[in-house]
């Protein structure tokens, strides 16, 4: 509203100035012949006073342009002797260049001026006869100025009332159209004004509408996300209830297969045992009558103790392997196993040049485990560890929490093993020491899955090994 009335206020402004305008034309051609009469009638200056000005003005003029004429006419009437005095410039001239290179100062100076005398004079004629060529080109340039002037004199003065009056009505039309062309212009104003009020009113309408669908979209892709994550939600708890029943599976049917092996091997066990121990009762009863017998039958007595010790010793890795899946599980400390585990391997660390190192990280939850069992399995790796070290070396225990697992790490700076022996690490019977059963690793790998961990093992030829436990944080399944 406030452009509207700014524009209608400048348009009012234009109109009169554009009135002034005409006004000023109509004076311009009406006050010359008002002028006339004014200074007719109203205004009557001293008459001898002018004349006398005009006299002195003329007398003045007529002194100059006499003076200025007889000059002229002077210098014009030595104009037929120019081409003398042309010849005789030239004359001194030679004279003057002859005699001032012979040295003849005094004569060489007179023809100078004499040269330039002439060659003044010379000008002075060419510069009158211009001035003269000038002087008529203006008078009559003066005399057409002044005829032109007369004619528009005359042209104003001849202007009818005819033309006052046609000048009054264009001023009237002029008028009435730009009276027109407001009441125009204010309508069109309005028009427009409402018109925007309008588009505008639909624009808020439709913002608003706009608004509201943006609105309804995202509360749309919002459900549509919280339902996408609800949907990911419920198949990852699916896929881990799969892999959970999987693994549960797997167990079951492990501990069948196990439990099937374990009867027949306790079995097996209670009919082995009976001899081997009898056989070692022998032995050690041959050792202490026979003494100071012959060293070859007592090198074959101690062959067949240290057999027969052999035996009772796979007897009891199978027995242990026979319960390998049968847990007393309770909440424990790993750094308290790992620090009670170390504690037992003093002798061994003085006797091969061994050095034992921990980083355990402070204020681990407790987890639920066998702690026999966990113990067990930590000594057999430390025992494979400290086989694998020759003379002297390192062994780097390290605990941490790593997500929803207590992470256990073992690395020791042994001899390492190949690609091929670590595929079969954990196969029964397999070993890769002269005096080994193939048991141990086997054991330590169904006592840590018996309590719902992993093992993982890395090595390298000549730069140790490293092998990994971990243990879920989460409530563990007791058989």
Same mark, same amino acid.
């Given at each position: ?63 100059? @342009? ?9 210098? @014009? ?71 032109? @002037? ?72 919002? @459900? ?256």
């Amino acid at each position: 509203m406030k452009k509207s009335i700014f524009r209608i206020v400048v348009l009012l402004f234009l109109i009169g100035c554009l009135q002034n305008c005409l006004l000023s034309v109509t004076a311009t051609e009406i006050l010359p012949e008002l002028g006339d009469s004014i200074l007719n009638k109203d205004f009557v200056l001293d008459e001898a006073f002018l004349q006398e000005l005009e006299n002195v003005i003329a007398l003045d003029s007529i002194d100059f @342009l006499t003076y200025e004429f007889n000059y002229y006419n002077e210098i @014009l009437a030595q104009e037929p002797r120019l081409d003398e005095y042309k010849l005789k410039r030239d004359k001194y001239f030679s004279e003057y260049s002859i005699l001032y290179n012979n040295q003849d100062y005094k004569q060489a100076l007179d023809s100078y001026k004499s040269y330039l005398s002439y060659k003044d004079s010379i000008n002075s004629i060419l510069n009158a006869r211009n001035i003269t060529d000038l002087n008529e080109q203006y008078k009559t340039l003066e005399k057409q100025k002044n005829i032109e @002037l007369l004619n528009h004199d005359n042209a104003l003065k001849n202007l009818s009332l005819e033309r006052r009056k046609q000048i009054k009505w264009i001023i009237l039309i002029i008028s009435v159209s730009l009276f027109i062309f407001l009441i125009t212009f204010l309508i069109f104003i309005r028009i427009k004004i409402l018109k925007k009020r309008k588009l505008k009113r639909e624009i808020e309408a439709r913002t608003k509408a706009q608004n509201e669908l943006i609105k309804i979209k995202r509360e749309l892709e919002n @459900l549509v996300e919280r339902r996408k994550k609800e949907l990911i939600t419920a198949n990852r708890d699916l896929e881990s209830e799969i892999i959970l029943m999987e693994k549960m599976r797997e167990k079951i049917l492990r501990a069948e297969r196990f439990k099937i092996v374990g009867e027949m091997t306790s079995g097996m066990i209670n009919v082995i045992k009976k001899p081997v121990n009898s056989i070692n009762l022998n032995v050690q009863t041959f050792q202490e009558k026979f003494i100071n017998s012959d060293i070859e039958i007592n090198e074959m007595a101690d062959i067949l103790g240290k057999t027969s010790s052999k035996v009772n010793k796979t007897l009891q890795s199978l027995k242990e392997l026979s319960s390998a899946d049968k847990n007393e599980l309770i909440k424990a400390d790993v750094n308290e196993i790992i620090h009670n585990t170390l504690s037992l391997f003093k002798a061994k660390q003085t006797a091969k040049k061994i050095s034992f190192a921990t980083k355990l990280s402070a204020g681990l939850p407790k987890i639920k485990l066998d702690r026999v069992k966990l113990e067990g399995a930590l000594i057999n790796l430390i025992l494979n560890s400290i086989d694998s070290i020759k003379d002297e070396g390192k062994i780097v225990i390290t605990s941490r929490k790593y997500k929803q697992n207590v992470i256990v790490k073992l690395t020791d700076t042994g001899c390492g093993m190949c690609r091929e022996k670590l595929e079969n690490i954990f196969s029964l019977f397999y070993t890769t020491k002269e005096t080994g059963c193939g048991l141990g690793l086997n054991i330590v790998q169904r006592y840590i899955l018996a309590m719902d961990g992993n093992i993982e093992i890395c090595s390298r030829p000549g730069t140790g090994t490293t092998i990994r436990l971990s243990f879920p944080l989460g409530t563990t399944n007791e058989k």
